[in-house]
């Protein structure tokens, strides 16, 4: 079956209140949560355009498969989000700068 995932995305973005996040992003609290917990059994375009907008991504990215491994849609299953803010803990100055131009560099 095919999921809304907004999880990893707040994930790998370091974002530990989504609700607060989403809320500050003019969505409402009901409606926030709903789209964390993955409540949903319907979403329509304008609010996928909306949540891309939200986490500059494209919609492959807020969903995932979760079922049969051998169908077509098993291909966008995706692994544990990183959290990026544990990733870049004790490293030194340089060292974040040093990512900071790489960043720069494919950006």
Known sequence: MLVLNL?????MRGIKHGVSYLQHHG???AEA???I?????????????RL????KCSPNELFDWEGD?????????KSEAPNILKLLEGKS?????????KLKEIG
């Open 7 to 11: 999880k990893r995305q707040l994930v």
């Open 27 to 29: 969505y409402t609290e």
């Open 33 to 35: 949560r709903k789209l």
């Open 37 to 49: 917990n993955g409540n949903l059994k319907l979403i329509r375009l304008t609010l996928l355009a």
């Open 52 to 55: 891309c907008e939200t986490f």
């Open 69 to 77: 491994p051998t169908h077509v849609l098993s291909e966008i299953s």
């Open 93 to 101: 100055p340089q060292e974040l700068e040093e990512i900071l131009r």
